[in-house]
T-cell receptor, first 114, second 111 residues
């Protein structure tokens, strides 16, 4: 399962409050990603990291920030949560197989913004 | 904006039937991955195809990568209720193995 955990697994928060989601990996992978999944959209990339303190924006980064101060942890922050950020959030890592990279996903965090 | 169009969106079939799911794009991908997702869980990687024209088989599942590396298909032979789930294709593009996902195919196989 690539040793990926996410916390919390479920969260309900109010509009305007800050929220931080945590992704933790145990296998020292360099690349990490945050996605959100909404009905009819598959998964969309929010932010990604290619090393400690090295991050960049994905397709749907507005309203989100990330930090990676240690290889094993990748944090996603919603500075001021909005109802449009109600979603299921997945963290992923990329592992090199020898011929290609493959992404493996955590179990997800279900976030509801009321 | 790169798009990966996946079809059909929904499939409801009887046990024993065959089915094919398609992913198409105008973009070239360095690799393409297929995932299966159960409710309340993260996507689980089924296969990665890398070479144009490549065919991979996983028991009753056959995956094909188009010659131009712009499209892919998943064929399931003699579907079983255990195949029920959400199937996602994802193309690797740009640097850092960023993935573009299709919208998914929700498959229901009835006994």
């Amino acid at each position: 399962d690539a040793g990926i955990t996410q916390s919390p697994r479920h969260k309900v928060t109010e509009t305007g409050t800050p929220v931080t989601l945590r992704c933790h990996q145990t296998e020292n992978h360099r690349y990490m990603y945050w996605y959100r999944q909404d009905p009819g959209h598959g998964l969309r990339l929010i932010h990604y990291s290619y090393g400690v303190k090295d991050t960049d924006k994905g397709e749907v980064s507005d309203g989100y920030s990330v930090s990676r101060s240690k290889t094993e942890d990748f944090l996603l922050t919603l500075e001021s949560a909005t109802s449009s950020q109600t979603s299921v959030y997945f963290c992923a890592i990329s592992a090199w197989t020898g011929t290609s990279y493959e992404q493996y996903f955590g179990p997800g965090t279900r976030l509801t913004v009321t | 904006t790169q798009l990966l169009e996946q079809s059909p969106q929904f499939l409801s079939i009887q046990e024993g039937e065959n089915l094919t799911v398609y992913c198409n794009s105008s973009s070239v991908f360095s690799s393409l991955q297929w995932y299966r997702q159960e409710p309340g869980e993260g996507p689980v990687l089924l296969v990665t195809v890398v070479t144009g024209g490549e065919v991979k088989k996983l028991k009753r599942l056959t995956f094909q990568f188009g010659d131009a590396r712009k499209d892919s298909s998943l064929h399931i032979t003699a579907a079983q209720p255990g195949d029920t789930g959400l199937y996602l294709c994802a193309g690797a593009t740009g640097g850092y193995n960023k993935l573009i996902f299709g919208a998914g195919t929700r498959l229901a196989v009835h006994p």
